[in-house]
């Protein structure tokens, strides 16, 4: 089992997220900040789920910029 199978499904905090696409926590509330990710809030702390995190990655590889790859996947809700 890789660290992919063992959050899939599953809802992770801003530290989880910046492990999981290795980077600096700080780079996940500065892009948290210019809506370039998907995530939701749960009282004042951010939260993200994997499939959204995971469709947004994908978006942003295919050559979408990351705020439009944010937009397209809370659109499709």
Do not use: C
Not at 53 to 73: F, K, R, T
């Amino acid at each position: 089992m890789d660290r992919f199978d063992e959050i899939n499904g599953k809802v992770l905090t801003v530290r989880d997220v910046s492990n999981y696409l290795r980077v600096h926590p700080s780079t996940i509330y500065r892009m948290l900040k210019r809506n370039q990710l998907p995530a939701f809030r749960v009282g004042s702390d951010w939260r993200f789920t994997v499939e959204a995190i995971d469709h947004w990655l994908a978006s942003v590889a295919a050559g979408a910029s990351p705020l439009a790859a944010s937009e397209n996947h809370l659109s499709s809700k």
